[in-house]
């Protein structure tokens, strides 16, 4: 896989928060709590989440009514 593939196929933490609609904070309370979606940490301390570890986590929360 490309760098540039794999780059676009990860979301920082400001794309993942404008996309759930919620705050920084909030994701930060659900990582704490092992809530969240599966993260990836770099070395400088910046989060990524991969679509599909985002899109995994989605269809987990979907409501079966």
Known sequence: MT???RSSS???LAEVCKELKISRSTFYDWRAKKRA???IKFPNGDLRVRRSALDHWLDDREDGV
Do not use: H
């Open 37 to 39: 979606p599966r993260c």
């Open 10 to 12: 990860m979301l920082t």
């Open 3 to 5: 760098t540039a593939v």
